[in-house]
C-alpha cells in the first residue's frame, strides 16, 4: 500500500483509525501551526522593537555617513577659513586708521587736480558708523571734460585705499566744460574702542 493510498482511505469520522503516516503528519501539521501561532503571539512586540531598532540603525549610519564627511572634509573648511582671515585682513589694511585719513582726502585731492579738474566743492561729511568700519562721505564738485573726469576716476581706483564715486551727475558747465558733481565715500576701519562705544 502506498503513501498516498494511506491519506485517500482517511476518515473523518473516526480519525483514530488513521495509519500512522497520516497520522504523524497531522500532528506535525498541528504542532507547526501552534508553534507559528505562539511565536506570532508572543513575538510580536519584538517584531516591532526589532523595526524600530533597524530604523533607528539606519538613521544613525546616515548620520555616521554625514559625520564622517564633515570630518574629512574638515580640513579644507580649516583651510578656507584660513585664507578668508587673511583676505578679510587684506581688505582691512586697505581701509585707512583716523590717522590716514587726511592723507587719503589729500591723495583725491591731488589726483583730481593733478588730471586738470578744478574743484568747486570739496566738503567732507561726518561720519556714519557700521558694524566694524565708518563710512566717510565727501560732497565734491569739480568742472573739466569728459577724458579729465575718466582719468580722474581711474586715478581714485587706484588708490591703495577703497574710495567709491556715488551718485555722479555730470551737467554742462561754462566756457564749454563739464561739472560732475557726486559723493565720494571711503571707509575707515573702527577702532576696539569705537566700536565697544557703539555698542
Known amino acids: 500500500m502506498s503513501i498516498s493510498e494511506d491519506f485517500r482511505c482517511l476518515s473523518n469520522k473516526d480519525p483514530g483509525t488513521w495509519l ?23 513575538l510580536a512586540p519584538q517584531w516591532s522593537e526589532l523595526d524600530a531598532a533597524q530604523r533607528e540603525e539606519e538613521q544613525l549610519k546616515e548620520e555616521f555617513i554625514t559625520s564622517k564627511q564633515a570630518s574629512i572634509s574638515l580640513d579644507l573648511y580649516r583651510r578656507q577659513l584660513e585664507e578668508i582671515d587673511r583676505s578679510f585682513g587684506a581688505l582691512l589694511k586697505q581701509l585707512p586708521d583716523k590717522t590716514e585719513v587726511e592723507s587719503l582726502l589729500a591723495e583725491v585731492n591731488q589726483s583730481g587736480l593733478g588730471q586738470g579738474l578744478q574743484f568747486d566743492l570739496f566738503k567732507p561729511e561726518a561720519s556714519v558708523s557700521k558694524d566694524f568700519y565708518a563710512e566717510l562721505p565727501i560732497d565734491v564738485k569739480v568742472n573739466g571734460n569728459y577724458h579729465e573726469f575718466g582719468a580722474f576716476a581711474a586715478d581714485i581706483a587706484k588708490l591703495p585705499r577703497i574710495v567709491t564715486l556715488n551718485d555722479i551727475r555730470v551737467s554742462p558747465g561754462q566756457g564749454g566744460k563739464l561739472v560732475m558733481e557726486m559723493k565720494l565715500k571711503t ?12 555698542q
Do not use: D
Not at 500512522?20 to 508572543?42: F, Y
Not at 571707509?187 to 557703539?198: D, G, I, Q
Open 187 to 198: 571707509f575707515r576701519y573702527l577702532e576696539a574702542t569705537e566700536t565697544a562705544a557703539a
Open 20 to 42: 500512522p503516516i497520516p497520522r504523524l503528519t497531522v500532528l506535525v501539521l498541528i504542532l507547526v501551526g501552534v508553534v507559528v501561532l505562539l511565536g506570532a503571539i508572543l
